[in-house]
């Protein structure tokens, strides 16, 4: 039999339309036209595995050496590919409907309703399935063993064990239990890393696939409750609802990014290929997860980096096997990318301090020193400012052409110059005012977009422009921003170079368009005068999340010169950065320095609305609600609201 949650479950959303994209707060859903359309990624995840799977439920195996596909936990593959059939009939056939959750994934086929989750508790993968009694349905499972970048093992022999509904395959990487749980006519073969599962008369099932830690539990309540703890804290009512569901989803990514594992806690980069901890990365979704109630993730991942920090050096990726070698080649030198990085320390300052502002966490003032004289230890000539210097792997972004950034670059200052200001006077360090007008003055003097100063300045037309903006408002800034807004906006975000540039090619780190520098945009276009064209941009977020082929997802990047969707269909920055966009942009809501009983309330709400709530804000144990309104603003204490009511 069906558990009864499962059965409310599909019946609550077997009925969904795409029409209720765009009414239902809490679903996503996507009807493929055509059978190629449903071969597009789309995941379940929960803090201690992942399942990606095509959008009608079946996986091809990966032979890509960083691919997460399939079912992961921790860093072992479990299920490498999947594919069956209903009645004889393949799925990818058969498969009518998709519906995302807020912790589940529901596809409709030809007689058959299927929901797939990953337990909160122990990580198991359940595929629960639901027929019409009559049906036969066949799935076979490749078992894949294979462990996560930079390990290149993977199983060479694997040993089979058979138990009733049951069936767990060992190798020298690991276990995988496949369990079938149904009164149904239930037959299970099993030959080496192939496992062929059949179900006849169907009424109902749930196969739970594990590393053999399951124990049997109904858990789906508790999963789902976990899931949807980001719903009901910091809530955003526009007059315009696909700006709150998409709010709600990025929050859920947050959530849902974060990750458990062996190697430590906190936030993987994206999915399907760079799923394990980033720093650079996850200090950017810190800042937005502050804001929304989820600060102890945030202290989770900034504690990992900090583990593996090299006497103050941040790092800038973790792999999630052993240590090896995670390899790099720039032109013809090659670095451990394991602390390739000279931005990931001044921005894990940046999320200490914003932790410390909205949660009142702060790690010792001995990790915090060591990191700031890690930074300050990068400026070579004295003067202040921090230099790159690839032949030490101190490389900002973007890595692809790192080599000639050396020196000092306007986009790692900007974040030094915001660190410097605010844990200068706590470490004995007064320069900020002076180091800041060198800085105007080296990257903002002229109407050049001066990128880099090495021997001598070096103007480059690139989005690392924007970043100075975030934290700082200047006349120069605001010029800086409207030259080259012609060459570098488009409908659908922000290139990474502008097309003006001799080095714009349409590439990854020199044209493509990335939503994370399209927040950049917004936030320091609303902090310099530029309303309109933030808006414009932040619109972006929002076309681009109810248009993907996984509805609600933000792509890591974009094609330079038309909507098409690249890279990871699935990227944590992505989704925090329209967060970031309207708290820090459009409501003026600064990460690091928020205060509730000195906020001035000043907003750029755009034209067509007449205000903007947001509900149960967090900030150090109590929660506000907000409202902005065309000529005002107003803030109340969630607990003392409640008492006079």
């Known amino acids: 039999m069906l558990p009864e949650r499962s ?3 599909i019946e609550e959303i077997r009925d969904l339309t795409e029409e209720d994209n765009y009414r239902d707060m809490r679903h996503w859903v996507r009807t493929p036209y055509r059978p190629l359309d449903s071969y597009s990624y789309t ?18 195996r990966s032979d890509m050496h960083r691919s997460r596909v399939g079912y992961w936990k921790d860093n072992v593959s479990h299920i490498a590919s999947l594919d069956g059939s209903i009645d004889g009939r393949k799925l990818s056939d058969a498969f009518k409907k998709y519906v995302r959750g807020l912790g589940y994934i529901y596809r409709q086929y030809a007689g058959l309703d299927r929901i797939d989750y990953i337990s909160e508790r122990d990580g198991s993968l359940h595929i629960i399935l639901s027929g019409t009694g009559d049906s036969e349905l066949n799935l076979e499972f490749d078992i894949g063993h294979t462990m996560a970048w930079p390990s290149h093992a993977s199983a060479e022999r694997f040993d089979v064990s058979l138990d009733g ?34 179900i006849g008369d169907l009424h109902g099932a749930e196969i739970v696939i594990s590393d053999g830690t399951y124990e049997v539990s109904d858990d789906m309540e508790s999963t789902l409750k976990y899931h949807e703890s980001v719903k009901d804290m910091a809530v955003l009512e526009t007059p315009d609802f696909r700006f709150n569901k998409l709010f709600l989803w990025a929050k859920h990514d947050m959530l849902e990014f974060y990750s458990e594992t062996t190697r430590g806690n906190g936030w993987f980069a994206g999915f399907p290929v760079y799923s394990w901890f980033f720093g650079r990365d996850g200090l950017w979704m810190a800042l937005a997860a502050n804001m929304v109630g989820l600060s102890g993730l945030t202290h989770e991942h900034l504690r990992m980096l900090l583990r593996y920090a090299d006497d103050g050096r941040i790092p800038h990726e973790i792999g999630l096997a052993d240590d090896g070698d995670q390899g790099y080649t720039i032109g013809e030198t090659r ?34 020193r060591k990191v700031f004289n890690f930074i300050t230890s990068c400026d070579i000539d004295g003067d202040g400012l921090i230099e790159n210097d690839f032949g030490r792997g101190l490389i900002g972004w973007p890595e692809t052409w790192a080599n000639i950034r050396n020196g000092k670059t306007v986009d790692v200052n900007a974040i030094w110059l915001e660190d410097l200001r605010i844990y200068g006077p706590r470490f004995g360090n007064n320069g900020y005012g002076k180091i800041r007008d060198r800085y105007m003055s080296l990257f903002f003097g002229d109407a050049d977009p001066v990128d880099f100063v090495g021997s001598e300045p070096h103007a480059i037309s690139s989005a690392m422009q924007f970043v100075p903006g975030l934290f700082m408002k200047d006349e120069a800034i605001r010029r800086r921003m409207e030259d080259l807004s012609r060459g570098i906006m488009t409908p659908w975000g922000i290139r990474s170079m502008s097309v003006y540039d001799p080095m714009y090619d349409g590439g990854y780190h020199t044209g493509t368009v990335w939503p994370l520098m399209t927040g950049w945009f917004v936030i320091a276009a609303y902090g310099n005068g530029l309303a309109d064209l933030a808006f414009e941009q932040l619109k972006s977020f929002v076309d681009l999340a109810f248009s993907a082929d996984d509805p609600g997802r933000i792509n890591e990047t974009y094609d330079a010169m038309r909507p098409l969707p690249t890279g990871q269909f699935a990227q944590g920055w992505s989704s925090s950065m329209f967060v970031l966009s309207i708290l820090q942009g459009m409501l003026s809501m600064n990460p690091v320095s928020f205060d509730p009983s000195a906020f001035a309330g000043k907003h750029h709400l755009p034209d067509a609305w007449r205000n903007v709530k947001l509900h149960r804000i967090p900030w150090r144990g109590k929660f506000y609600n907000l409202t902005f309104i065309r000529d005002g603003f107003s803030l109340k204490d969630v607990a003392a609201e409640s008492a006079e009511e």
């Open 165 to 198: 509904n049951g069936s767990c395959i060992t190798s020298n990487i690991s276990k995988t239990c496949i369990s079938v749980y149904s009164d149904d006519d239930v037959r299970i073969h099993s030959t080496g890393e192939n496992l062929h599962l059949i």
């Open 43 to 60: 995941m379940v995840k929960g803090s201690k595995a992942h399942f990606i799977a095509y959008m009608n439920g079946t996986i091809r």
């Open 7 to 9: 059965r409310r479950l």
């Open 335 to 368: 670095f451990n990318t394991m602390y390739m990085s000279i931005d990931s320390s001044p921005l894990w300052l940046l999320a200490n301090a914003s932790l410390e502002n909205w949660d009142q966490r702060r790690f010792d003032d001995d990790h915090l």
